[in-house]
């Protein structure tokens, strides 16, 4: 979402008040980020907080115990 925004990571990183390399790393899943940073993204990407967690898949383990 945020290419088709043309935002570069840090672009973004500058909308949201937080670091670029903090960014990258929600970018690749590397991080569990709070519902603040879900509604910062969503605001910044011009979309509702649930387009975000649309695509989101729990890892197999926690899918299972559910």
Sequence with gaps: MRVRREL???GLAEL?????SYTGA???GEHNITLITILKLADALNCEPAVLLADVKL?????DKA
Excluded: L, Y
């Excluded at 949201?16 to 670029?20: G, L, T």
């Design 8 to 10: 570069t990571q840090e």
């Design 16 to 20: 949201i008040d937080m670091e670029r």
């Design 26 to 28: 929600i970018e690749r």
């Design 59 to 63: 890892p197999r383990k926690r899918r």
